[in-house]
């Protein structure tokens, strides 16, 4: 890669993580994007993307529990056995073709979500812990295995159920991408003991984008424009990578 398509790629990042980060997210679905339309192999993208997340969501679930809307009764069940379940996601290490649908399969459902974005519920009531338990153990195998937090899937489930209010949403989900990435780094270099040093480097953008993003986000940042933007390259990066032979 050469230095104006790394520059274009380390702002586009940032971008990403500033985008996502207004919203409880971490950015693994639009970071898989954005390196898969610049050619990066799915084998690099994934602990790339986790390395990523890692650094968004720990500085999003900061700024979200700072505002006051983490309630830890609601994250604990969901993450007890969804930890895990991501070391074993990410520990596993499927062959490029099954990677490349799988993570193209994640893109579509992300972009679907944030098309279908739901409003705030007018009234919230706690899951039954067996079944945030069940969920949240299935939520972060797929985390590590497709390289997301399980975020994109979390936060739409704890609104289409009314378990969360959208800002309780985001801030239990920003915390969950964090624990589930990193269990499901640690699983992944417990396999192949080693990690790319693109995520290390981009980590600075998105640092940058994160901390910006959450501050904006943790206190009512419109993001429905945000939303269809990211959702469109979110399908031409999941169908590059599900037709891509």
Same mark, same amino acid.
């Given at each position: 890669m050469d230095a104006a398509h790394f520059i274009l790629l380390f702002l586009a990042v940032g971008l990403i993580a500033f985008l996502y980060s207004t919203v409880g997210h971490a950015g693994a679905s639009g970071y898989i994007a954005v390196l898969t339309l610049w050619g990066i +192999?799915?084998? #690099?993208?994934? %602990? !790339? +993307?986790?390395?990523?997340n890692i650094l968004v969501a720990s500085i999003g679930g900061f700024q979200f529990w700072r505002a006051g809307h983490f309630t830890w009764r609601l994250f604990w069940p969901f993450a007890l056995l969804s930890i895990p379940a991501a070391y074993f996601g990410g520990y596993l290490q499927p062959s490029a073709s099954v990677l490349r649908i799988?993570?193209?399969v994640v893109l579509? @459902?992300?972009a679907l979500r944030l098309v279908l974005r739901r409003s705030d519920p007018?009234? !919230? @009531? +706690? %899951?039954s812990r067996p079944t945030a338990i069940s969920l949240g153990a299935g939520l972060g195998f797929l985390s =590590?295995? #497709?390289? !997301? =937090?399980?975020?994109? $899937?979390l #936060?739409? &489930?704890? &609104? $289409?159920?009314?378990w969360a209010h959208i800002r309780q949403a985001a801030a239990v989900s920003a915390l969950f991408i964090w624990v589930n990435s990193i269990a499901g780094l640690f699983g992944y270099f417990t396999a192949v003991h080693s990690l790319p040093p693109l995520g290390i480097v981009l980590g600075v953008a998105a640092i940058i984008g994160g901390l910006v993003g959450s501050h904006l986000g943790s206190r009512r @940042?419109?993001?429905? #424009?945000?939303?269809?933007?990211l959702a469109m390259v979110l399908t031409i990066a999941g169908l590059k990578l599900i037709l891509t032979r």
């Open positions: +192999a799915p084998v #690099t993208i994934r %602990p !790339t +993307a986790l390395v990523l799988l993570i193209g579509l @459902f992300s007018p009234e !919230t @009531f +706690a %899951p =590590g295995l #497709t390289g !997301t =937090g399980g975020g994109i $899937f #936060t739409p &489930l704890l &609104l $289409f159920c009314r @940042f419109p993001a429905r #424009t945000i939303s269809i933007l």
